[in-house]
């Protein structure tokens, strides 16, 4: 079973929905983090969480939020999707005695028509 | 100037040569340095990372730091095919955020 898991794979919804995506994690680790990929852009951080009680916002987080359920579970939700937030959405994990290596997980392909 | 800025390709080198991979970084990113590797419709995995000026190796991979001239590079000897992929350089900062560069797009030509 892989590591980090992300629900769902892929999902086409129109302008103006709530959407949410979801990651879980059997790591064990502490650190949560929400990306969204677009070609020429890279990956951007939306949200990071180094505990339950701590969630930070990062370079994009604007139009969305985040809640962390539990230590394996975080979730990235888009209350009113618009179509520039079609993306590719990755969810990754670290730990910080490995000097903050991050897992990715298989990615979310979204779709805002 | 981005945080973390990389050359995107596309870079092609024939199959047994070193490609060279190179990366820089601005003043906001100063803590740890890390190469990614995604295959087309994947997630990025992790390469390698380094903390330190120099040279560290693993295997084919050869990661550099210089600090003082903010950059740091990937060398992958023995190109495969592969090893085509994007390279992902990311930097870590001070707060703990991680800024990724755009990648650059490597064919290994057989």
């Known amino acids: 079973d892989a590591d980090v898991t992300q629900t769902p794979r892929n999902r086409i919804t129109k302008t103006g929905k709530r959407i949410m995506l979801e990651c879980s994690q059997t790591?064990?680790?502490?650190?949560m983090y929400w990306y969204r990929q677009d070609p020429g852009l890279g990956l951007r951080l939306i949200y990071y969480s180094f505990d339950v009680k701590d969630i930070n916002k990062g370079e994009i987080s604007d139009g969305y939020s985040v809640s962390r359920q539990a230590q394996a579970k975080f979730s990235l939700s888009l209350e009113s999707a618009i179509p520039n937030q079609t993306a590719l959405y990755f969810c990754?994990?670290?730990?910080?005695?490995?000097?903050?290596?991050?897992?990715f997980g298989p990615g979310t392909r979204l779709t805002v028509l | 100037q981005k945080e973390v800025e990389q050359n995107s390709g596309p870079l092609s080198v024939p199959e047994g040569a070193i490609a060279s991979l190179n990366c820089t970084y601005s003043?906001?990113?100063?803590?740890?340095f890390f190469w990614y590797r995604q295959y087309s419709g994947k997630s990025p995995e992790l390469i390698m990372s380094?903390?330190?000026?120099g040279d560290k190796e693993d295997g084919r991979f050869t990661a550099q730091l210089n600090k003082a001239s903010q950059y740091v590079s990937l060398l992958i000897r023995d190109s495969q095919p592969s090893d085509s992929a994007t390279y992902l350089c990311a930097g870590q900062n001070t707060g703990n955020q991680f800024y990724f560069g755009t990648g650059t797009s490597l064919t290994v030509i057989p």
């Open positions: 990754a994990t670290s730990q910080a005695v490995e000097a903050d290596t991050q897992y």
């Open positions: 380094i903390y330190s000026n």
């Open positions: 003043d906001r990113v100063s803590q740890s």
């Open positions: 790591k064990g680790h502490d650190r």
